[in-house]
């Protein structure tokens, strides 16, 4: 199992920007699929952006154009750039890693294919 630490979160206005950051505690991101996940009060969890190990990329169609996933494994690290924002993208936000292959069929917007999650940070948005 993998500890996995966000930051990044925080309160902007809307059209805004914030950068959130997801790393693993302990092992290297580099082979990892890694996703990110948001739920806000009273709904469920959603997918978001997703990276996988060889950096092909995946995305909600509520974030196309404003999110950006992307990954430095040099500095171990995955990156949800977040532009744009609005009062809607208000949320925790979940990072989500896992270690092991992914199979043809899999969907990476599915919470079940990853093994490993963050605790959560707060991204607040006010209009």
């Known amino acids: 199992q993998v500890q996995l630490v966000e930051s990044g979160g925080g309160l902007v206005q809307a059209g805004g920007s914030l950068r959130l950051s997801c790393a693993p505690s302990?092992?290297?991101?580099?082979?990892?699929?890694v996703g990110w996940f948001r739920q806000a009060p009273g709904k469920e969890r959603e997918f978001v952006l997703a990276?996988?190990?060889?950096?092909?990329?995946y995305f909600a169609d509520s974030v196309k154009g404003r999110f950006t996933i992307s990954r430095d494994n040099a500095k171990n690290t995955v990156y949800l750039q977040m532009n744009s924002l609005k009062p809607e993208d208000t949320a925790v936000y979940y990072c989500?890693?896992?270690?092991?292959?992914?199979?043809?069929?899999?969907?990476?917007?599915?919470?079940?294919?990853?093994?490993?999650w963050g605790q959560g940070t707060q991204v607040t948005v006010s209009s």
């Open positions: 989500a890693a896992r270690s092991g292959p992914v199979y043809a069929g899999s969907s990476y917007s599915s919470a079940h294919l990853y093994n490993d």
């Open positions: 990276i996988s190990w060889n950096g092909d990329i």
């Open positions: 302990g092992r290297t991101f580099s082979s990892f699929t």
